[in-house]
C-alpha cells in the first residue's frame, strides 16, 4: 500500500505532464521516464524551492492580489524543466500557463486514482 501511496501522485503527475505537453507547443517531453524524472522533479522543488520563493514574493503577491503566484509556479516548473533532461519549457505563455493546466489535470487523476483505487488512502 505504501508504494501505491508513492506511485500514484508520480504517475499522476508524469501523465499530467504529458497532457501539457500535447497542449503547449513551448513545453517539450523527450520520453515517458523523461516526464516521470520531471514529475518526481516537481515535486522536489515545490516542497524544497516553493515555499522560500513564496515567503520572499509576498508582499508583491500582496500588491497583485495573488497575480504573482503565477509566476512563481512558472518559475518552480522552469527550474524543474533545467534539472531533467528530456524536458524544456520555452515560452511565457508555457511559463505561466503550463503549471495551471499541469495543476488541473493533475487534480483530476488524482481524484480518478482516489475512487479507483482507496485502499492507496491518496487524500
Known amino acids: 500500500m505504501m508504494i501505491l501511496k508513492t506511485l500514484l ?3 499522476a503527475t508524469a ?7 500535447i497542449i ?5 517531453l523527450a520520453t515517458f521516464p523523461a516526464a516521470l524524472i ?18 520572499l ?29 528530456g524536458f524544456q519549457v520555452t515560452g511565457i ?7 495551471v493546466i499541469l495543476s488541473f489535470v493533475n487534480t483530476l487523476l488524482t481524484n480518478y486514482f482516489v475512487e479507483r483505487y482507496p485502499e492507496a488512502n491518496l487524500e
Open 9 to 11: 501522485p508520480l504517475l
Open 15 to 21: 501523465l499530467s505532464l504529458l497532457v501539457v505537453d
Open 24 to 28: 503547449f507547443p513551448g513545453v517539450n
Open 38 to 55: 520531471a514529475a518526481a522533479s516537481i515535486g522536489i522543488v515545490n516542497g524544497a524551492v516553493k515555499p522560500v520563493v513564496q515567503v
Open 57 to 85: 514574493s509576498l508582499p508583491v503577491n500582496i500588491v497583485t492580489l495573488g497575480g504573482f503566484s503565477l509566476i512563481v509556479n512558472g518559475l518552480c516548473f522552469w527550474l524543474s524543466s533545467i534539472a531533467v533532461p
Open 93 to 99: 505563455l508555457s511559463f505561466l500557463l503550463g503549471p
